[in-house]
């Protein structure tokens, strides 16, 4: 039996509007566990990435809960939110929001230094994870001179370079061609291999949900069993 990693139970969020309230997610349970890979798929605008931050603690639901590993996360404060966003989450986005002022390297680096790593414990960790996703002959270019697949595995190292035991993604190949988004996705399924880190992907594409294994639809601010 997997190891339970993420519990939400009751999540709801509401916006409100000139218009009113807007409920976007209504009620939604579902679990997670340790190493598992999941899709949450849907059409646009029905709230896959309002999920998503609120799984990765970026924003807060109206109400229900959300655990790890038996924590109620919103029971934290900001500022143990931040640590545990550092300490157990990775994230990877549509648009990669790399720091174009940088290079490969020191983006990869950057959430260890951030957490008060220091550079000589963060670089070899930052040069192995560049090899792992092709890359080693290209860490010292500035991230904007890099193709944009290029610059999604950068991406994905600087994702990983803490070790998390939960990435979440963003539409992580929407913004690239078929051929370098299945390059990108292959790249995550074998880091999940290899690594045993959980994989949360929200996608409006089936074929990239297809290849994840497990899938849920959400629609009308419920999640259910694709049919």
Do not use: W
């Not at 900001?78 to 986005?93: H, P, Q, S, V, Y």
């Not at 929001?97 to 990869?108: G, I, K, R, Y």
């Not at 994870?129 to 290029?150: F, T, W």
Request: proline share 4%; with cysteine.
């Amino acid at each position: 039996m997997s190891e339970g990693l993420v519990r939400v139970r009751g999540l709801c969020k509401s916006f409100e509007t000139g218009d009113g309230r807007i409920d976007v997610l209504r009620g939604i349970d579902f679990d997670v566990a340790a190493g598992e890979r999941l899709a949450v798929v849907g059409a646009s605008g029905v709230g896959k990435s309002t999920l998503l931050y609120i799984l990765g603690t970026l924003d807060h639901p109206s109400a229900g809960s959300v655990a790890f590993r038996d924590e109620d996360l919103f029971a934290k404060d900001a500022r143990e939110l931040a640590r545990f966003r550092g300490r157990c989450l990775g994230f990877i986005f549509q648009f990669h929001h790399l720091l174009p002022e940088f290079d490969a390297l020191e983006n990869v680096m950057m959430p260890g230094l951030i957490r008060g790593e220091s550079f000589r414990s963060m670089r070899p960790r930052a040069l192995r994870l560049l090899e792992e996703v092709g890359l080693e002959h290209r860490i010292r270019h500035p991230v904007g001179k890099l193709s944009g697949g290029e610059r999604q595995r950068v991406a994905v190292a600087r994702a990983l370079v803490l070790e998390p035991a939960l990435l979440l993604a963003d539409e992580p190949t929407g913004n690239l061609d078929p051929r370098t988004g299945d390059q990108v996705l292959d790249l995550l399924l074998e880091m999940n291999r290899a690594r045993g880190t959980a994989l949360v992907v929200v996608t409006h594409s089936p074929t990239l949900a297809g290849r994840l294994g497990r899938q849920v639809v959400l629609a009308d601010g419920h999640l259910r069993e694709p049919e």
